[in-house]
């Protein structure tokens, strides 16, 4: 196996430029976190781009930075953090519940965060990661070498090629140079957790949260059990709807007074502040309830809010599963206790409204067997497949990840993250 440890742009133009010489497929890599989700890829070479780390801009002034795509997202949150701000969108780490394929347990690349789309949380007030993605430069599967936006929020005209590439997990081109768009930090942040609904009352306790003016920036469901699998002051196994408030002190608490009002009669309610606060909606962004360190597959699936539960309990009907809920319901978590058919998911989506089904985690047999991102229907996958042969006409980049049958030139694209 032929492993490229590129330094430069040009350096990865060249290994791809190889790559179209010898008709090679190639696997594009950073640190590994996200590489047990997809098809497994029967690539024999691969472009590394974990030495290709480092914040090459970053005004905070103008809510701006710019890396290279294999700079790790820690150093980046970190470097944030000394400026009071943030990635709004909340990457996830996936190392933590793809423990067995990752490098050392080493979180994920700005480049890969991207790549994957993956958001937590405040997705449903910030938006996603591709909402972000200001610029990117990148190589073709031409060996060409192209750039995509800027430094501004308006500055497309044209196709976005940057959104593009969000979401495409690396089967369009090599991303070299990521712009993306920061925010400030909130000053204080308050999780009020009401306990004990079941999971039809917890979606409807979350959407009278979300639709009143307390400007809620996260809301979860986490049924019996799941709670005491997360960070923070929450006590016991019993369920708990979880809503986070954040801003500046004094309007934080005007904004809970106006929750524990509209919720009195819901239940007893719990609150939780500060450095807790944060590790536990850590902990729901990057799953942590169903990071056991086994196989046991993991589904994360994205439909309407209002039929999740419903969903839920006609598919523990037909086979065994844990499940909690994020995104208002909108996002649903789901650790199954056997490997059943994906068809059977994917069917009760249909059922209940449609969505989008993505296996997030299985042994390298199952992930073979089924389709791990959600089937296109024939009109947009033939219009995926237009999108892969411009970009990559030779099918080199990472092969069969999103789509079984993709030998040269399809493209399965994972739309879950433009669900509401």
Known sequence: MTTFLPFTNADVAEAVQWAISEEAPIEIVGH????????????????????????????????????????????IESLLA??????????????????????????????????????????????AAR??????????????????????VKNVTGYDLSKLMAGSWGTLGVMTDVTIKVLPSAETE???????????????AMALAMGSSAEVSG????????????????????????????????????????LKSLLKNAGPIDETTGLESKLLWRDIRDCAPFADGTWRPVWRVSMTPSEAHKMVLALRMQAGCD???????????????????????RALLRQFGGGH??????????RAAVAAFEPES???????????????????????????????????????????
């Not at 972000?132 to 190589?139: E, F, P, Q």
């Not at 947009?380 to 030139?409: C, I, Q, T, W, Y």
Request: charged share 20%; net charge neutral.
């Open 378 to 420: 024939p009109a947009l996958a033939a219009l995926s497949a237009r999108v892969k042969a411009e970009f990559d006409p030779k099918g080199l980049f990472n092969p069969g990840r999103m789509a079984r049958a993709d030998n040269s030139a399809t493209l399965a694209r994972s739309t879950e993250e433009s669900q509401p």
């Open 190 to 204: 308050t999780t009020l957790a009401i306990r004990g609904l079941t999971d039809e009352m917890g979606t409807a």
């Open 32 to 75: 590994g976190s996200k590489r047990g989700i997809g098809h497994p890829m029967q690539c024999e070479h691969a472009i590394d781009l974990s030495a290709m780390s480092g914040v090459t801009l970053y005004e905070p002034e103008e809510l701006v930075l710019s890396a290279k795509a294999g700079t790790p997202v820690a150093d």
């Open 131 to 152: 909402d972000h993605i200001l610029g990117v430069n990148v190589v073709s599967g031409r060996g060409e070498t192209f750039k995509s936006g800027g430094r501004v």
């Open 82 to 127: 000394q400026n009071r701000q943030q990635l709004a969108f909340e990457p996830m780490d996936c190392s933590r519940l793809l423990a067995h394929d990752t490098r050392g347990g080493k979180g994920g690349t700005i480049g890969g965060t991207m790549a994957a789309n993956l958001s937590g949380s405040r997705r449903l007030t910030a938006g």
């Open 323 to 345: 499940a909690f809920y994020d995104w208002q319901g909108g996002l649903v978590w789901l650790r199954m206790e056997a490997e059943p058919e994906a068809d059977v998911l």
């Open 357 to 366: 089904a993505t296996l997030m985690r299985a042994s390298p047999a199952w």
């Open 219 to 258: 809301a979860t469901h986490l049924p019996y059990g799941v709670t005491e699998r997360v960070a923070g002051s929450l006590r016991g196994s019993d369920p708990a709807t979880l809503l986070r408030v954040e801003g500046f002190g004094p309007s934080v608490a005007s904004r809970v007074e106006t």
